[in-house]
């Protein structure tokens, strides 16, 4: 971790002390370097675990969203295709960046990312053309990956906006926690109430809101006592309690999972929607212009989304070097890219770094070995999603809300008397949570931080990668008025 003295990497260590750091392991802790990174095999499986459960939801709401919606022809998506796609991609690609990468982040389905090829790119042609859009921006990231520019502009960013990246996130994923659980919720006529959320619905009420608040205050006290898999055991003992609730009392809806155990806990997966792309039908359909605009949205989000995680997330686990980089990040970065080709290959959308991974990182996660046991996980879910998608969100977000403070801890760190670095660094943090979007908040850091620097004379310090980010994110933020301009609107 960084020390606000020196600015240098401390040592790495954990909350949690339970077991050997030293000597050497069998192969398998070398190969991860389990110890040699402060962890335990324990904790790495607790880790895996965690992660899953407080990501399971997506086998859920992928298929939903991109179920929802017809393509040009009015053709849809078939919904258990759509279970089994999602499930299939992130099992492979969760191990390949264990394996690869040697870091905790598992990697799944994009939200925002598949509701943009679902009601945007989708309706303007076929599925199989929407989804070869996706593959081309998945393969665009791979080749700005393998010439370098992607890890540059990683490198590029200055240390206070990379740890308010992690500050931002952490409030970001504890507002997901609390939104996913119905503790927040959208004001219904936003337009003409003097707030745009609220708790609940005016008020706390009904039993799935109870075991989310009870499932806060243990996961709290755990993290308080300093108990070895508090993230974990919260989860588990609030599903069991949210499991019993649901038996016993007339609950009207737990959100888009209910704890119930299932009649038939397995199901044979269906593989039709593999391979269903075509890489260069949207060509046909839109002009090129258009094609290109889908696939610079696409490719921004998917962007800076990465690189917040991958940024928020080893800086949680205490992984980053000391120069503030990330280990290994080149075959990371290359594996994100793979991610994206395989969702759209697979036809479950573009799979990126999950910021959940978090929670097993908060659960002492801080290896590739904890990608083993969540991408195992999601291979079982192949067969078996009704089984292990019981998990209510009430019992799961608390761990959300929970790892959100401990990745909030790092604002200590940012010199908030240095206004040039201290306002860049605010934005950032701010505009995540509030537009709940981390591409969001790293573009109104990046350009508020060129501008700032730039009025005060010393835009020679600015690397011209930044400068470059930041026009393409002003370009992001215009895209509507360009588009008006272009008559695409």
């Known amino acids: 971790m960084y020390s606000s003295a020196t600015g240098a990497v401390e040592e790495p260590r954990h909350r949690f002390d339970d077991g050997p750091r030293r000597g050497s392991g069998g192969p398998v802790d070398r190969f991860f370097r389990i110890r040699e990174r402060g962890s335990t095999f324990g904790r790495e499986i607790r880790g895996g675990f965690a992660t899953f459960f407080t990501m399971a939801y997506i086998l859920v709401l992928n298929p939903i969203?991109?179920?929802?919606?017809?393509?040009?022809?009015?053709?849809?998506?078939?919904?258990?295709?759509?279970?089994?796609?999602?499930?299939?991609?992130?099992?492979?690609?969760t191990v390949i960046m264990g394996v690869g990468g040697n870091l905790p982040l598992a990697l799944a389905a994009g939200l925002g990312l598949n509701a943009v090829t679902a009601f945007q790119v989708a309706p303007m042609m076929g599925w199989d053309d929407a989804m070869g859009i996706i593959v081309l921006e998945g393969l665009l990231i791979t080749v700005l990956v393998m010439t370098g520019l992607r890890e540059a502009i990683m490198h590029a960013i200055p240390q206070p906006l990379k740890q308010a990246i992690s500050v931002g996130i952490g409030l970001f994923i504890a507002f997901i926690g609390c939104v996913d659980s119905g503790f927040v919720t959208r004001v219904p006529d936003a337009a003409n109430s003097t707030v745009p959320v609220q708790i609940g619905t005016g008020t706390l009420t009904g039993w799935p809101m109870l075991v989310f608040c009870v499932g806060v205050l243990l996961t709290i006290?755990?993290?308080?006592?300093?108990?070895?898999?508090?993230?974990?055991?919260?989860?588990?003992?609030?599903?069991?309690?949210?499991?019993?609730?649901?038996?016993?009392?007339?609950?009207?809806?737990?959100?888009?999972?209910?704890?119930?155990?299932?009649?038939?806990?397995?199901?044979?997966?269906?593989?039709?929607?593999?391979?269903?792309?075509d890489l260069f039908g949207a060509f046909s359909h839109v002009s090129v212009l258009t094609v290109l605009l889908f696939v610079f949205t696409l490719l921004l989000s998917d962007f800076f989304d990465t690189m917040g995680t991958v940024v928020g997330v080893t800086a949680e686990a205490r992984l980053l070097d000391e120069r503030g980089q990330v280990p290994g990040l080149g075959r990371v970065l290359l594996i994100d890219g793979a991610a994206?080709?395989?969702?759209?290959?697979?036809?479950?959308?573009?799979?990126?770094?999950?910021?959940?991974?978090?929670?097993?990182?908060?659960?002492?996660?801080?290896?590739?070995?904890?990608?083993?046991?969540?991408?195992?996980?999601?291979?079982?879910?192949?067969?078996?999603?009704?089984?292990?998608?019981?998990?209510?969100?009430?019992?799961?977000?608390?761990?959300?809300?929970?790892?959100?403070?401990?990745?909030?801890?790092?604002?200590?760190?940012?010199?908030?008397?240095?206004?040039?670095?201290a306002i860049p660094a605010f934005l950032t943090i701010a505009v995540m949570p509030?537009?709940?979007?981390?591409?969001?908040?790293?573009?109104?850091?990046?350009?508020?931080?060129?501008?700032?620097k730039a009025c005060l004379g010393k835009a020679r310090e600015v690397h011209w990668l930044l400068w470059g980010t930041s026009a393409l994110f002003l370009v992001y933020f215009a895209i509507d008025p360009i588009e008006q301009l272009l008559g695409m609107k």
């Open 221 to 277: 006290v755990l993290l308080v006592r300093k108990v070895q898999g508090a993230i974990l055991i919260s989860m588990l003992v609030m599903t069991v309690a949210a499991v019993v609730i649901n038996s016993v009392a007339d609950v009207k809806s737990w959100g888009l999972i209910t704890p119930s155990l299932p009649d038939k806990p397995f199901a044979a997966p269906d593989f039709g929607l593999l391979g269903k792309f």
């Open 340 to 421: 994206a080709v395989a969702g759209g290959a697979a036809s479950s959308s573009s799979a990126t770094a999950y910021i959940e991974s978090a929670a097993g990182v908060g659960e002492g996660a801080r290896t590739g070995f904890a990608n083993l046991v969540t991408g195992g996980l999601f291979g079982l879910a192949l067969f078996a999603t009704p089984l292990l998608t019981i998990v209510p969100l009430q019992a799961a977000a608390p761990a959300l809300v929970a790892v959100g403070f401990l990745m909030m801890t790092q604002v200590k760190h940012i010199e908030w008397d240095r206004y040039e670095v």
């Open 434 to 452: 509030f537009t709940y979007s981390i591409s969001n908040g790293i573009g109104a850091g990046f350009l508020s931080y060129v501008v700032i």
């Open 65 to 93: 969203i991109l179920g929802s919606t017809e393509d040009k022809y009015g053709h849809q998506l078939d919904n258990v295709q759509l279970v089994t796609s999602t499930a299939l991609v992130a099992a492979v690609m």
